[in-house]
């Protein structure tokens, strides 16, 4: 019976996924509630014609509902929290979209840490992850390029002797990092000389450099910026060590659905898709990543 309703549905419906899309109630953003899409017997049907004929969709929603790993310690990207308790920002919306693009539901997972979330894709916990796009990732986790640029610099004291980044990397110097943040995963792949001394989070690398009287705090430079407020007589090197790419990565084995991404996230950039959720959010401090 399934089947026949199936082909039924097949031959009098066309746009399948135009029609999943459009089902539901439109958010004030324009985006579709996507958690409205399946609350009819209907839209479910529809959902199961549209994963039989999606191959794509098959791949990175197997079970019908995208998995959206959301990193939580990204302030700039995830920026609150919606009525309903899921997390809110750019982010979560930009999987939201993609959702939507696959005409499937979504249903975020979230973790407290980017090591954490990059630890759960060898648990199948997860459909697609944004994170922070690194080597020492890549072995299990297929990147797309950037969606944004995130600059990361250190802080330093007012009287500290560093002038310069290039003033870093020197033997007895010793840098608080939030650990296995994607500009740790780059100091420890760039630094010869400088000590990395890590900390769980970024509230705890701040704490860890002022209670260590430590050289440097390496950190993204919006919040860098809050921390030289919140210690007065401090100050930011000028320029960046890096630019932390904020990407989003599905798991190593799903060619198809990191082909499918990786064009998802240039046509987001180029219609001009991602400045406005950043425009959306108010976010200060992310920058749109080149196109390739």
Known sequence: MLSQALDECIH???????????TGRAEPNGRRDTNKRLQSPFNALLLKVNLMTNSVAMELAPTGTLRAAINLANFL???????????????????AAIADDLGVDIKYVPFA????????????????????????????????AAY?????????????????????DQPGI??????????????????????????????ASYELFVQEGLDALAGLKP???FDVETLGQARLLEGRFTAVQQAIGTPANRKDSAVYLRSFVE????????????SQHQVKGLSVAPAI
């Not at 010793?174 to 010869?192: C, E, G, M, N």
Request: overall charge negative; hydrophobic content about 45%.
């Open 223 to 225: 919040r860098l910026l």
């Open 77 to 95: 990207l995830v920026t609150g929290n919606k009525p309903n308790g899921d997390p809110d920002g750019v982010a979560p919306d930009l999987a």
């Open 113 to 144: 840490t980017p090591g954490e979330l990059a630890d759960a894709v060898s648990d199948g916990a997860w459909d697609i992850g944004l994170i922070g796009a690194e080597p020492a990732r890549a072995e299990h986790i297929d990147f797309t």
């Open 174 to 203: 010793r840098i608080a990092v939030s650990a296995r943040s994607a500009y740790d995963l780059y100091l420890t792949r760039h630094l010869k000389h400088a000590e990395l001394v890590r900390a769980e989070g970024l509230d």
């Open 267 to 278: 046509t987001a950039k180029a219609s001009g898709f991602v400045a406005q959720l950043i």
């Open 12 to 22: 009098c419906q066309t746009g399948l996924t135009s029609v999943a899309l459009t």
């Open 148 to 168: 944004v640029e995130i600059e990361a610099t250190y802080l330093v004291l007012e009287n500290s002797p560093l002038k310069q980044l290039e003033d870093v």
